[in-house]
């Protein structure tokens, strides 16, 4: 080495705060621990057996995602003890949809400047998110990378992996008169995020100025947690009776519902069967959006759709009422294509 040799620190990448980074969350990690886990955090690669987890006979089901733009109210705000729960949400609530018990999350976590403190509060939101859904959160990366990178920003991604015993998979057996099943929002959730933070800014609107709908600040408001479904999904799949899942997302009811219906079935929404959050109200007017946009764009107040068979539903409906969900009868399968609306948001 000269006496003008250059480090990987002096590069702006620091191998002791990644390593400090991991030591902090191996507490959060394994306290997602769970059957069929087979190493601890850390290795080059993550082991989980399927058979240990109860499955003979396992078809495994993958999810990625990440949480949009979302992520810059986070950012801007310091507020980042939700955003990994919007993470892992935003996986499982896709995997429960298939039938798929979620079984393991890796995390991918990439910044400019690792800052350990920042670094830690997301990865412990992330490992909430995951004992929530009944998942281990088993392995991920930390990626420092200089240049990529404005300062203070960072990039998360997830992946999640979950089982079905072979033949279980959903959608399966959706019929004509089907009822539809539709579980309150915790809000916005993580879809939309570019429009909501356009309708902010057209509303003169900063992060810490008090929500016009909610007693907090609008960054707070907007960044409440999406709602995990996980649990009061499989306990409903696993009593009978679930034909479909849909999970309400990017797109909203309008192209994600579809989605899980057989080619001729399309789905029949009253729009009077559930209130309207206030935040989308809030939106609706800020912004001048009208009700085809607000459902083509965000979940609207209901966050998962199940169709179900309707000599079930009442007692599905139960089933997840005393699981805590807030549960609506939103309409019924029909013939045709799409999505048909009858009354108005409100």
Not at 74 to 90: C, E, K, N, R
Not at 160 to 189: F, I, K
Not at 302 to 321: F, H, K, N, Q
Request: proline content about 4%; hydrophobic content about 45%.
């Amino acid at each position: 080495m000269t006496k003008n040799g250059i480090s990987y620190r002096d590069a702006g990448v620091d191998i002791d705060a990644g390593n400090a980074l991991v030591e902090r969350i191996k507490p959060a990690a394994a306290s997602t621990s769970r059957s069929g886990v087979m190493d601890a955090l850390g290795g080059f690669g993550a082991l989980f057996d399927p058979k240990a987890a109860g499955y003979d006979d396992p078809v495994l089901v993958a999810a990625t995602d990440g949480v949009g733009t979302k992520l810059r109210i986070a950012i801007d705000t310091g507020h980042l003890d939700g955003i990994g729960q919007d993470l892992v949400a935003m996986c499982v609530n896709d995997l429960v949809c298939q039938g798929a018990e979620p079984l393991f999350f890796l995390d991918y976590f990439a910044t400019g400047k690792l800052s350990v403190d920042e670094g830690a509060r997301v990865v412990e939101s992330i490992a909430r998110g995951c004992k929530e859904a009944g998942c281990a959160l088993i392995g991920g990366e930390t990626a420092e990378m200089p240049g990529m990178y404005h300062d203070g920003d960072f990039d998360l991604a997830g992946f999640a992996v979950g089982a079905m015993q072979r033949g279980t998979a959903l959608p399966a057996n959706v019929a004509e008169g089907d009822v539809l099943l539709g579980l309150g929002s915790d809000g916005v959730h993580s879809n939309g995020y570019s429009l909501v933070r356009k309708v902010a800014e057209r509303a003169g609107l900063g992060w810490n100025d008090a929500a016009p709908f909610a007693d907090m600040s609008l960054g707070e408001a907007l960044l409440t947690p999406t709602r995990v479904y996980v649990r009061p999904a499989l306990a409903a799949i696993r009593a009978g009776g679930v034909h479909a899942l849909a999970h309400i997302t990017g797109g909203g009811i309008t192209e994600n519902l579809p989605r899980v219906l057989p080619k001729g079935m399309a789905a029949e929404i009253d729009l009077t069967a559930w209130n309207l959050p206030p935040v989308f109200n809030w939106l609706a007017e800020a912004g001048g959006i009208d009700q085809a946009e607000m459902l083509k764009t965000f979940n609207s107040g209901i966050g998962m759709i199940l169709a179900v068979a309707e000599d079930r539903a009442d007692a599905l409906s139960e089933l997840l009422d005393n699981a805590g969900e807030r549960v609506f009868r939103i309409g019924k399968t029909i013939s045709g294509e799409g999505v048909a609306y009858s009354g108005a948001l409100a």
